[in-house]
């Protein structure tokens, strides 16, 4: 195994030009909004982020996502640094431009919090995180829950009326839209960059009374976790919960099991272990609950093996209880030449799908059935690039290529190229 594999960020660069894969007959892109509806949606460059929080806004069609991690590891060295943006930022997915939003008075900046949508209440909220205001020593962790009108952006916080989780980075769960309860699983409370505290309690809190609630499992349970993914199915009452790292999450072996919790009863049941027919182990990827084709579905996070960052897509079918590849996980082409020295071929890329990935934001559109992810940790840095998946069609579209961040050989003159991040 390739233990080094989470630090292959070489000298960062400018990509090439991405290929322009038109989101013309996709969902997110089909609407021509107008000179009028578009203003304001080009004063602000395109924003490179990883460990961010946020939602799609699907009344207003829109990413919104605050905070996260915009340090960019130097040959694989991630030089110790303050840690916590606070800004929010809106990708308007009709006019296909950012805009950072102007607010005032909202929670400290922060990275590797939670964030869920809340259609009923019209809102973002957050929970967790952790921050730093030095470039060394230990990190404040968070367990405060703030919520963004995303009519008005400004930020309330939501105080708990009870004692809750305690304060922690890298948590996971979701919005139970049919309760209103902010379902949250796992995350590590340790203050220390080099140790890790994992967690694997379950916590349930009412956007309306501001009660936390704990969830008692009960039978066999998933290990304590962080870098974990999470998807909450609404109408079945259920937590699906994916992967992630222990102690050793640094350095792996990564976790590859998913579980899913009956809300109800407390119940965890292991549908799936590590096995040569699924994903491989894996930290800081996304899944989501697809309620139309009962499946869970899987993209990216970072290996411990020869390839590091994935761009692969699964389902998991959850009525025959089988993993399918629905996007094939790259292969090394090329191996390292050595630590952080990697050949322009180290993969053969699919430019059908987005550059290899983790850390990044996802959110589902439960209206139009499509999957959106941006920005996260490349093989060549921080990228700032938008695509969908779109559930109906199992494919990919490029909503927004990415101007940094991402490998030269995926670019329109591949070969130009001369070392793989230039």
Request: charged share 25%; net charge negative; proline share 5%.
């Amino acid at each position: 195994m390739r233990r080094f594999a989470l630090f292959t960020v070489c000298v960062f660069f400018t990509a090439c030009p991405a290929d322009d894969n038109s989101a013309a007959d996709a969902g997110l892109g089909a609407t021509d909004a107008g000179p009028k509806a578009c203003d304001g949606w080009d004063e602000a460059e395109m924003p490179a982020v990883a460990e961010t929080m946020g939602v799609y806004d699907e009344q207003r069609r829109r990413i919104v996502f605050f905070g996260g991690d915009d340090n960019i590891p130097i040959n694989c060295e991630n030089a110790g640094h303050p840690v916590g943006r606070y800004e929010v930022f809106s990708y308007d997915t009709v006019c296909a431009n950012f805009r950072e939003e102007m607010l005032d008075d909202g929670p400290r900046g922060r990275a590797r919090g939670m964030g869920v949508y809340d259609p009923a209440g019209d809102r973002m909220i957050i929970f967790g995180g952790r921050s730093r205001t030095r470039s060394n020593g230990a990190y404040r962790n968070y367990n405060d829950i703030w919520a963004l009108n995303l009519e008005t952006m400004k930020w309330s916080e939501l105080a708990a009326q009870n004692a809750g989780p305690v304060a922690r980075s890298n948590p996971a769960g979701g919005l139970n839209r049919a309760t209103g309860e902010l379902i949250v699983f796992g995350g590590n409370s340790s203050t220390s960059g080099l140790s890790f505290t994992p967690h694997n309690d379950v916590w349930a809190f009412n956007t309306e009374t501001l009660l936390w609630r704990r969830i008692q499992s009960t039978g066999d349970a998933p290990r304590g976790r962080l870098f974990h993914s999470a998807a909450v199915d609404d109408a079945g009452n259920r937590l699906f919960i994916f992967g992630g790292g222990d102690e050793g999450a640094w350095l792996g072996p990564f976790l590859a099991d998913l579980w899913v919790m009956d809300l109800n009863t407390g119940a965890w049941t292991l549908l799936a272990a590590e096995s040569d027919s699924g994903p491989n182990g894996r930290i800081w990827s996304s899944i989501t609950y697809d309620v139309s084709r009962d499946r869970v579905l899987l993209f990216a996070g970072h290996d411990d093996g020869d390839v590091g960052n994935n761009n692969d897509t699964w389902e998991f079918d959850l009525a025959s209880a089988t993993w399918n590849a629905i996007v094939e996980a790259e292969t090394v082409n090329e191996p390292a030449f050595a630590r952080c020295d990697f050949p322009v071929d180290f993969t053969q890329p699919n430019r059908q799908a987005p550059d290899r990935r983790s850390a990044h934001f996802a959110s589902l559109d439960t209206q139009r059935g499509e999957w959106v992810v941006f920005g996260g940790k490349t093989d060549c840095g921080i990228i700032n690039d938008v695509w969908t998946f779109d559930l109906a069609r199992d494919a990919w579209i490029n909503l927004k290529p990415a101007t940094q961040g991402e490998a030269c050989n995926r670019g329109e003159t591949p070969e130009s190229c001369v070392a793989m991040c230039q």
